[in-house]
């Protein structure tokens, strides 16, 4: 199984990005996939996570409104539209696959994880 992340870059605050995750090796529809971020100097926080069926969760009070996730069957891909950046949404972004179709913003309940990319706000 593999996970692969991308679409981080530098950008000016209320600029946008559009994270990607391609999946391989697995049955993408029976997956719920999650994105997480880190910080410097901080622990994994779990961002957002969409089920197979294609309903979201947001675990970020500050997110909602900003960011959307979105998934594609087809092309075994999940989409994090990020929007209005602020330089505290700095973070390497990750996203991560749970094979009983849960979302949770728990590190644990994930079975594979990618390898990150990052985004940088500038100040």
């Known amino acids: 199984v593999q996970l692969q992340a991308s679409g981080g870059g530098l950008v000016q605050p209320g600029g946008s990005l559009r994270l990607s995750c391609a999946a391989s090796?697995?049955?993408?529809?029976?997956?719920?996939i999650g994105w997480f971020r880190q910080a410097p100097g901080k622990e994994r926080e779990g961002v957002t996570c969409i089920h197979s069926s294609g309903g979201e969760r947001y675990y970020v009070d500050s997110l909602k409104g900003r960011f959307t996730m979105s998934r594609d069957n087809g092309k075994n891909t999940v989409y994090l539209q990020m929007n209005s950046l602020k330089p505290e949404d700095t973070a390497v972004y990750y996203c991560?696959?749970?094979?009983?179709?849960?979302?949770?913003?728990?590190?644990?309940?994930?079975?594979?994880w990618g390898r990150g990319t990052l985004v940088t706000v500038l100040q």
């Open positions: 991560a696959a749970n094979s009983g179709d849960v979302c949770s913003r728990v590190v644990g309940v994930y079975d594979y």
């Open positions: 090796g697995l049955t993408f529809d029976d997956y719920a």
